[in-house]
Each structure stands twice: as structure tokens, then as C-alpha cells.
């Protein structure tokens, strides 16, 4: 999923503090570029996927989910407009389907979706302000993630209020990719951004999502998900839970016990007692916090409970951090209509 970039460069707790102040930029050269030209584009996404973006303005970044017609999220995509193109960052591994599925449902409109990962690569940042982005029509190609605020339309589940996403300050870069072998800038491995988004409950689709997830299971409606804009793919299931049911599972973060030095792997199986509630997404170690990691799990779960992970034949206890609740949903005030027959009192 990662391979081909640092991992850390010795010392990736010491790499945390000056990429998350901004004195650090991550490769992630691994990571595929799309763009779409045409006048139709923008009208386009925003009729294809679960975000507004007819009106996104040159230099204006957003996030998006194309979604099944049962509302599982098939792809998550950061996008950037520069005036003349759209752009796509997304997973390496994704981008051959995406590509594919946009080039079949192009019709006849004027649009044009291109891979361009041999020419731009991907660079993260929290504020390097040296690292020159390419501007192939003009505009700086630098994507700000959305997720350190409330998207307009969007929604977020998570309540906790001692949890500040504006230190969220992250952002992606294009470069040349000719050019990437030169950049001096100081770097640091992708394990200090893993451990810094964890701790941002930030979901990212590599990780945290599966082929049964939806979005509100993981609070991506915060960022990525339009509520009251037109018809898309999936938009039934999408209104659906949000207004009258709940999400099956949702995202926690686990604070881990690192006494018996087991730090856990994705996948692991979270458990409460005897029962297998979920599973690891995400673990990392953070400089402040120590071994975090993300999971989903089942709705049902015990929000109150400590639970454990079950890691190399080792129980390590997990304390959880309630982000998405299980109450989530349901935000429809609808009465309840009395069953036929029921006698009223």
C-alpha cells in the first residue's frame, strides 16, 4: 500500500513534532494524480459524487466519495481545481478502476480524465511555505484538506469537545516529478503523518475503509458528503442512515497499553470479553499520546467499555475515544406512528 516511499528517516517519534509545525514535508510520490479537463467537469463529479463542486473555485480544494448504488464507499477523492482542469489525488491503487469507470460514463460530455502520475507527484506538508508547487495553468496546485472544519452541507457525528481539528493544518503539494529528486527540503517518514492522522481521527480510504463501509461509519459526512445537493449514486442510502437509521459499526480511537511493548498491526481483532466487536484500521506511535491506533467497531459495542486487542497472541487493553457515537444518525425528528390496533392512553 506504502511501498516505494521512507517510512521514517531513524527516527520517526523525533519526525512528528517539526512535520506537524510545519518544518517537515512526507513523500508521497506513491500516490496517483488524475485531472479532467473540459468545460463539463465540475458539473460532471458533482452529479457523479457525494460532494458539491459545481461551483469550486480555481485554486479551491474539496474532498469526495463515488459510492455504490448502496452507498459503500468505492473510492475517496481530494480534488483541487485550477480553472482549466480538475485534479484527482488519490490512492496508487485505486486509480487504474476510477480512471476507467470516469472514461466509461463520460457520454457526451466535455470531459477529458487523464492520468497524470508520470508527470506530478505528491508531497505532504502542515506548512512548508518554500515548497513550490507546480502551476501548470497558472494556479498552485497545493490541496487543503477540508477535514479541519465542517464542510458546508456536510455534517459531523463526533462529539467530543476537547478535540481540536483546527491543528489539523494539513495539505498536499504537486510538484514535477522531475523535479522531486532535488527538493532539499528537511523530511519526515510516512510514519509520523500516519501517527499524526490518527490522532486527528482523520479517516483515510486505505486504511479504515473495507467494501461494507459507508460514510457516516467512519464521520466522513464532516467532509466529504453533501446532504441536501442533488441526486448521486448511493444518495438514497446516504439520507437514509443519516435521517432515520444509524450506521452498523463506527470508527473509535484506541489508546493502547504499551507495557508488554506489543504495539498491534491493522487487522488485529478488537474484542470485548469473549466477543469480537471489530478491527484495527490504523496504529501508530505518537509523540504525545504513545501507541494509538483507529478501528471500527460493531454500533452495539459498549461506548463505556475498555476493550482489548487482540495482537500476537497477546490481549493488549485498549481504551477507547468515542468518535463516531453510537447514537449517530437518526437526526430526522419523525414521530413514531401507533401500530393498528394499539389502544391509545
Not at 222 to 242: D, I, M, P, W
Request: charged residues 20%.
Amino acid at each position: 500500500m506504502d511501498a516505494g516511499v521512507p517510512a521514517h528517516y531513524g527516527n520517526p517519534l523525533a519526525e512528528q513534532r517539526p512535520l506537524a509545525s510545519g518544518d517537515r514535508i512526507v513523500d508521497l510520490s506513491h500516490r496517483a494524480v488524475l485531472s479532467i479537463s473540459g468545460d463539463d467537469r465540475l458539473s460532471w463529479i458533482d452529479s457523479l459524487t457525494s460532494q458539491s463542486v459545481k461551483r469550486l473555485a480555481p485554486g479551491e480544494s474539496s474532498e469526495t466519495l463515488l459510492l455504490d448504488p448502496t452507498g459503500h464507499v468505492e473510492y475517496a477523492v481530494r480534488l483541487l481545481d485550477d480553472g482549466t482542469e480538475l485534479w484527482l489525488l488519490i490512492e496508487a491503487a485505486e486509480a487504474p478502476g476510477l480512471l476507467d469507470w470516469l472514461t466509461k460514463m463520460r457520454f457526451m460530455l466535455r470531459v477529458d480524465p487523464r492520468d497524470r502520475t508520470s508527470e506530478f507527484a505528491t508531497v505532504g506538508t502542515f506548512g512548508s511555505a518554500d515548497l513550490a508547487a507546480a502551476a501548470p495553468n497558472g494556479v498552485p496546485l497545493v490541496w487543503h484538506d477540508p477535514w479541519s472544519s465542517v464542510a458546508v452541507g456536510g455534517h459531523q457525528y463526533a462529539t467530543a469537545a476537547d478535540h481540536d481539528y483546527s491543528e489539523w493544518t494539513y495539505s498536499e503539494i504537486l510538484v514535477d516529478r522531475a523535479s522531486l529528486g532535488s527538493i532539499e527540503l528537511p523530511a519526515a517518514g510516512l510514519l509520523a503523518l500516519e501517527a499524526l492522522r490518527i490522532a486527528a481521527w482523520r479517516p483515510r480510504f486505505a486504511t479504515e475503509a473495507d467494501e461494507k463501509s459507508i460514510p457516516h461509519e467512519l464521520d466522513w459526512l464532516r467532509s466529504a458528503v453533501h446532504l441536501s445537493k442533488g441526486c448521486y449514486r448511493g444518495q438514497e442510502t446516504v439520507a437514509k442512515v443519516h435521517n432515520l437509521g444509524h450506521p452498523p459499526r463506527r470508527l473509535v480511537m484506541l489508546h493502547l497499553d504499551g507495557s508488554d511493548a506489543v504495539l498491534p498491526s491493522p487487522g488485529d481483532e478488537v474484542v470485548l470479553g469473549e466477543n469480537v466487536v471489530g478491527r484495527v484500521t490504523s496504529v501508530g506511535l505518537h509523540y504525545e499520546l504513545g501507541p494509538i491506533a483507529l478501528a471500527v467497531i460493531k454500533r452495539s459495542a459498549d461506548p463505556t467499555a475498555e476493550l482489548a486487542v487482540r495482537s500476537q497472541g497477546i490481549l493488549v487493553p485498549a481504551a477507547q475515544e468515542i468518535v463516531v457515537p453510537p447514537s449517530a444518525g437518526a437526526e430526522a425528528d419523525v414521530p413514531r406512528l401507533p401500530r393498528l390496533g394499539a389502544v391509545q392512553r
